[in-house]
């Protein structure tokens, strides 16, 4: 039984599955790609052949546009096996956002996972992780840190809610990112009684409307561009949070600035950022949840793609877990290249 070091490679545009023949979130354009989740970081247009969930297909399409997200696409439902060359391929999801898989391969008796982005914590707007028992895990180490333990999103839903009933003369202003983020915050919102609407920039809007046509049900929202600052008063809108504190949110009634991410729980940054409101909700697993996760799927080693690759192998090392840090460039940029395309969408 080949061991998944044998026929996993990194080469410069990633991850390669030799017998297979195709990349795994390639870096740049490739032949044939299998694709995680339709993050920027992840998904990258210009591949000939892409293969991937069918949300995960939707989304690309609508951030690149027809036919950059792939010159063919195949659509993968979940837990239905495809034969690429010699390598068996299935696809389950991760709970990352809307579509986001984890991409199951075995070789010859050898059976590797990717996980691409994932969390544990359950999400009103996509599939939840499914742990696969495996050989070699590939993980991600975003928040893999001691400190870095995520409070129930509930919690911080409710924190919001008491900040706009204790200012009820000034408008919420929630920065988020257009994709996962942003319409999870939304499907949050109505689960804690919010039922009035949510008001979002320009730049969230398309994605929503690709969330709504994939049967994810976010209710009332309206356009906070166009909207009278009136109209603001005690509102809640979501917006890129490169657009929180930019002339755009100018518009708003003495606004409350919060943000949403897992970063928020570093006070400088939140600080440094002029966040009145941090909000600790992340789409990534926390150090408990990435620990937990490699002792549920069995695996003897782990490779971690990006984040911090020493910790977690080092925690993994004290309970018998073989790490090995792939430091796959390129990853883990997710936030800053999300605003920074959101951003760019605000301002046209």
Request: proline share 7%.
């Amino acid at each position: 039984m080949p061991h998944p070091s044998t026929w996993l490679k990194v080469l410069p545009a990633g991850l390669f599955c030799e017998p297979g023949g195709f990349f795994i979130d390639p870096l740049r354009a490739v032949d044939r790609a299998v694709i995680t989740h339709a993050h920027s970081d992840h998904a990258r247009p210009g591949h000939r052949a892409v293969l991937a969930s069918g949300d995960t297909l939707a989304l690309m399409t609508a951030r690149m546009g027809e036919g950059r997200a792939g010159e063919s696409q195949q659509a993968l439902a979940w837990g239905d096996p495809v034969q690429i060359n010699d390598v068996r391929l299935w696809l389950e999801p991760a709970g990352h956002v809307l579509g986001s898989a984890q991409v199951a391969m075995e070789y010859q008796g050898s059976r590797a996972v990717v996980s691409g982005d994932y969390k544990r914590t359950a999400d009103p707007t996509c599939a939840a992780f499914i742990p696969i028992p495996c050989d070699v895990f590939v993980t991600e180490a975003t928040f893999a840190l001691p400190v870095f333990r995520h409070p129930p999103p509930d919690h911080e839903i409710a924190r919001l809610l008491a900040s706009v009933a204790l200012f009820p003369d000034r408008t919420h202003v929630v920065g988020c990112y257009a994709l996962g983020k942003c319409q999870r915050l939304i499907a949050l919102l109505r689960q804690a009684g919010w039922d009035g609407p949510i008001w979002l920039h320009g730049a969230l809007i398309p994605l929503c409307q690709v969330y709504e046509a994939r049967g994810i049900a976010l209710g009332d929202m309206r356009p906070a561009t166009t909207a009278a600052k009136n109209e603001l008063v005690g509102a809640i809108v979501l917006a890129p949070p490169g657009a929180v504190a930019d002339r755009w949110a100018r518009r708003l009634a003495d606004p409350v600035v919060a943000v949403a991410s897992g970063w928020m729980r570093v006070r400088q940054r939140a600080k440094s950022r002029g966040v009145e409101l941090p909000l600790v909700i992340s789409d990534h697993a926390d150090w408990a949840e990435l620990n937990a996760t490699l002792d549920e799927v069995g695996a003897p080693e782990v490779w971690v793609t990006h984040g911090r690759e020493e910790a977690l192998i080092h925690a993994a090392g004290t309970r018998g877990i073989k790490g090995r840090a792939l430091r796959l460039v390129g990853y883990g940029e997710e936030d800053e290249a999300e605003d920074a395309i959101e951003t760019a969408s605000a301002a046209t």
